[in-house]
């Protein structure tokens, strides 16, 4: 067997090579004790999702899933090539008073249909709609001060 060569690095622990076994279509990796130890229990079952690099690298995570698998395992790409993984338990967020209500309030006018959502548009798109919806103010406004400073003349 060729020796192993160490391709995950970082803050990682428990790292050990997998036994891998492909017959039929199909593969099948074999755990060695020190990872099946930090996978826990395996009553609900496995999840497992493959994490594709832009390089066509893949990285597969598993994780114990059913009950009291301890919340999901969220997978964000922040980059090319970079991925931040946490676990979200639901216990992290903290919203502040202020900010629950105006959630509050947005959530009801939603509900009643008294929210007008905007379109997804670009910055340039947007500018030039809230300039011509601003056009008459200011022109109402560039009146007033030409008139003001005739009458001051």
Same mark, same amino acid.
């Given at each position: 067997m060729a020796e192993f060569q160490q391709l995950i690095v970082g803050d990682v %622990?428990?790292?050990?090579? $997998?036994? $891998?076994?492909?017959?039929?279509?199909?593969m099948t990796a074999t755990l060695k004790k020190a990872l099946r130890e930090r996978l826990g229990s395996?009553?609900?079952?496995?999840?497992?999702?493959a994490v594709q690099f832009t390089t066509g690298?893949? &990285?597969? +995570?598993?994780?114990?899933g059913g009950e009291g698998a301890g919340g999901q395992v969220r997978v964000y790409r922040i980059g090319k090539n970079r991925f931040e993984i946490e676990l979200d338990t639901g216990e992290d967020e903290e919203v502040d008073? $202020?900010? !629950?209500?105006? +959630?509050?309030?947005k959530r009801s006018q939603f509900i009643k249909g008294e929210l007008e959502l905007l379109?997804? &548009?670009?910055?340039?798109?947007?500018?030039? %709609?809230?300039?011509?919806?601003? %056009?008459?103010?200011?022109? !109402?406004? !560039? !009146? +007033?001060?030409?008139?003001?400073?005739?009458?001051a003349d």
């Open positions: %622990e428990a790292m050990t090579e $997998v036994t $891998v076994n492909t017959k039929g279509g199909s395996l009553a609900g079952g496995l999840a497992g999702a690298q893949a &990285v597969v +995570l598993l994780s114990p008073d $202020v900010t !629950a209500a105006f +959630l509050q309030i379109p997804p &548009v670009s910055a340039a798109q947007r500018r030039a %709609e809230s300039d011509a919806r601003l %056009e008459p103010g200011r022109r !109402a406004i !560039a !009146a +007033l001060k030409a008139a003001a400073k005739t009458a």
